[in-house]
Structure formats: C-alpha cells, structure tokens
C-alpha cells in the first residue's frame, strides 16, 4: 500500500499532474488555442477595421478619384473611334496608322508597362476594397451566428411547449396546422 501511494504521490503530489503536464507537451491544451485563436481573430480584425477606415475626402481627393477613372473609359471609347474613323475615311486612317508603324519597339514596351502598371494598381485597390468588405462581413458573422443559435433556442422552446401541451400537439397533427377550417 505504501508503495502505491508512493507512487501516486510521485504522479500526482504537490497539487501536480504529471500525466496531464506530460501530454500537454504533445497535445495542444484545445481550451487555451480556442483563446489564442479568439485573439489572434480579434487582432486581425482590428487591423482591418484600421487599415481599410474610409477617410473623408475633400475636393482634391475627389478630384483624382474622377481622374483615376477617365482612362478605362478613354481607352474604350477610343478604340470604337477608331472603328469608326477606319469606316468613316479609311485614307485618313491608313495615314493615322503608318505613323504608328514608325514608332520603335522599345515605345511600345513602355506603353505596354505604363497601362499594365495602371491597370495592376487599379485591380490591387479593387482587392483592398474586396478584403474590407470580407472583413466588415466578418465582423457581422459572429452575432448573426448568435441570433440563429438563440432562434433555435426559441423553436426547441416552443416545440418542448407543444409537446408537453397534449390539445396543442393535437392541433399541430390535425387540421388546425394544415390550415384547414373545416
């Protein structure tokens, strides 16, 4: 007997439990990642909130907002205008277009990286926006999540009443929950 309680006083004295300790070495104690990961959530959505707060814009910043937006619609239109002045005066066109054939290559590539870069910008502020919309979406998950546990409450509520309420499960089962009034 005093061998064993020896024992057990060597696993589990001192208000210690040295198997709980050791297989907290190799397993992850799930009450303390479940916190970790509750804060870390939090943070990062704290960061967003930050990162993606609208400022209120004053007249310059509107200004270049209407700017940033003319060359997709410029670019557009004016290639259906060459459509049309290719149809329109083809001689004046050709003209246009053999002045384009003396540009040198090394333009070209310049033109290419200029749009190219305009248009990533433009598609990396379009994924800003995206992210800011995920994340405020986010941050109304958890308390409709919490509405919808709460309505289930109330319907296991209700169904319990209608159980325990022998002329309403009645009702339920006959005509009156069909919707019938005869």
Do not use: C, H
């Not at 397993?27 to 509750?38: D, F, I, K, Y």
């Not at 926006?129 to 509405?147: D, G, H, K």
Request: charged content about 15%; glycine content about 10%; hydrophobic content about 50%.
């Amino acid at each position: 007997m005093a061998l064993i309680e020896g024992l057990l006083g060597l696993l589990f004295g001192s208000n210690r439990n040295l198997i709980k300790e050791t297989a907290g070495v190799f397993l992850p104690n799930a009450e303390a990642a479940a916190t970790r990961e509750a804060i870390w959530q939090g943070a990062v959505l704290q960061q967003f909130s930050g990162e993606f707060a609208a400022p209120k814009q004053g007249w310059f910043d509107r200004v270049m907002d209407g700017l940033n937006r003319l060359p997709r619609p410029a670019l557009a239109l004016g290639t259906l205008g060459l459509f049309v002045a290719a149809m329109v005066d083809p001689l004046w066109f050709t003209a246009r277009m053999q002045g384009l054939a003396l540009v040198p290559q090394p333009l070209w590539w310049l033109m290419g990286a200029i749009v190219s870069f305009y248009f990533g910008a433009r598609q990396q502020m379009k994924t800003q926006q995206f992210q800011q919309a995920l994340a405020e979406t986010l941050l109304r998950s958890q308390p409709v999540m919490q509405n919808l546990a709460r309505i289930a409450q109330m319907q296991a509520g209700a169904d319990a009443a209608a159980e325990a309420n022998p002329a309403l499960a009645d009702w339920n089962l006959g005509t009156g929950a069909r919707g019938n009034d005869g």
